[in-house]
């Protein structure tokens, strides 16, 4: 698979007879969804969004019009480009895509603590997900950090760099 595009959607079953199907959104960002917006496949092949029912998540498809088309899509997931994902979804102030915070190292007190290996998202908030550092010698290969203000002191995109607090007594208490 190709590392510059990001999983969006899943797409289910066919709603009606039009080809429309069912979209199911695997991003936080629904305004990507609207006529002439082209996804991929896993093998590159190009989808295009005739019209998007944002209330019940329908979409159909150039080219998929009929419910003997539209049978074809079930179960493809759909990727969108890195570069068009920052373009066409707006993010808010502290607010950063998942493929830019995973991959970036954690520090405290200038200690690599690991890499951030996946997001999980919880009833309160989100969990980074964290690979221990060889270098830290400790019996874990994993631990989590609250994405909270308490535990992230901040966020360096640019350098792929996460400073922490209070992350090492999560690590010592694994």
């Known amino acids: 698979m190709n590392n510059n595009l990001v999983q969006v959607a899943k797409l289910g079953k066919c709603v009606g007879l039009k080809g429309y199907v069912k979209l199911h959104n695997l991003s936080d960002f629904n305004e990507q969804y609207k006529k002439g917006a082209r996804f991929f496949d896993k093998n590159q092949k190009i989808y295009t969004i005739k019209t998007f029912d944002k209330s019940r998540s329908i979409v159909l498809f150039e080219g998929f019009e009929s419910i003997e088309l539209a049978r074809n899509l079930t179960n493809i997931t759909l990727y969108q480009s890195i570069e068009l994902t920052r373009q066409t979804c707006k993010l808010k102030k502290d607010e950063y895509f998942y493929f830019d915070i995973i991959g970036c190292d954690v520090y405290e007190n200038e200690q690599k603590l690991?890499?951030?290996?996946?997001?999980?998202?919880?009833?309160?908030?989100?969990?980074?997900?964290?690979?221990?550092?060889?270098?830290?010698?400790?019996?874990?290969?994993?631990?989590?950090?609250?994405?909270?203000?308490?535990?992230?002191?901040?966020?360096?995109?640019?350098?792929?760099?996460?400073?922490?607090?209070?992350?090492?007594?999560?690590?010592?208490n694994s």
């Open 114 to 172: 690991g890499v951030v290996e996946d997001i999980l998202e919880s009833g309160a908030g989100f969990l980074f997900c964290i690979r221990c550092d060889e270098s830290l010698q400790v019996k874990v290969k994993n631990f989590y950090i609250p994405y909270v203000d308490k535990y992230i002191q901040k966020i360096d995109i640019e350098n792929k760099k996460i400073l922490s607090q209070f992350a090492l007594d999560i690590l010592e």
